[in-house]
């Protein structure tokens, strides 16, 4: 009886081993933030120009200010930067084009 027992334990170590082996590593997970054009006027205003009242984001992140009837461009930042504005904490993955020139931020988590 005791030869069984210790045949059975040594088989399952040797099972668990052969996971722990075998096992994949976790894969990071991807998270996209979308910043429109209002929350990109933030960013504008704290970093680029403090009239800044609006950013948007097409191929490179322009800064406005309101001058009734048309917008006044007042400097452009850093798509990058921004991303790394709003969420200082995430590791910062990338960007990319939004909808209607909102920024796609993307995080590893």
Same mark, same amino acid.
């Given at each position: 009886m005791p030869r069984r027992v210790l045949a059975l334990t040594t088989a399952a170590l040797a099972c668990a081993g052969a996971l722990a082996f075998t096992a994949a590593p976790a894969q990071a997970a991807t998270l996209e933030i979308v910043y429109s054009p209002l929350s990109l006027g933030e960013y504008c205003a704290a970093?680029? +120009?403090? @009239? @800044?009242?609006?950013?948007?984001?097409?191929? @490179?992140?322009?800064?406005?200010?309101w001058a009734t009837p048309n917008l006044i461009n007042v400097g452009s930042g850093s798509p990058s930067a921004a991303?790394?504005?709003? +969420?200082?904490?995430?590791?910062y993955a990338g960007y990319a084009q939004g909808g209607s020139q909102a920024l796609i931020c993307k995080y590893t988590v």
């Open positions: 970093k680029v +120009n403090p @009239s @800044s009242t609006v950013g948007f984001y097409n191929g @490179s992140l322009n800064c406005y200010r991303c790394k504005y709003f +969420n200082p904490t995430y590791v």
